[in-house]
């Protein structure tokens, strides 16, 4: 079952060891093959289990990770539209880069992620340290307010239009 308790979703994760993963993401699947919701990822404290493991599923990229640490992130966008199983119903702007390198116990010469794709892996990630889309949840000023990022530019002359789709 998908867990809808914010408060549960920050309690800390634990790192898991490669043994106790192989069972995590067996359950991950099939909750998420089963969610009437329908999503593209999950992690383990999304089903009630406080480890490190998500699993990622899109018609592009299938990716098991245990233990994921996003090391470098670049060209940070707005991402219209996230979503969480865990806050169903609910679609927000946050605030997400466009290409991330991770590392993990499953990759550990690393991955390099753009776009769509690394917007899943980062809220998947975020989920692992306690981080909720709403945490990341920005308003899109108009275009000669400040900008969304803390620049101090207006927003047209910094991140207008810059939006990852």
Partial sequence: MIITDLDFLRKPCREASILEAGDIIQKLEE????SLIGGVGLSANQIGILKKVCIIRTPKLSLDLVNPIILEQYDLCSFGGDGCLSIPGVYITTQRYNEIFLKDIMHPNGIIAVGLEAVIIEHECD???NILMI???IKIPKQNDKCWCGSEKKYKKCHFG???K
């Fill in 162 to 164: 810059k939006e990852i």
């Fill in 127 to 129: 989920h692992l340290n």
């Fill in 135 to 137: 945490d990341r949840q």
């Fill in 31 to 34: 909750e998420l093959h089963n």
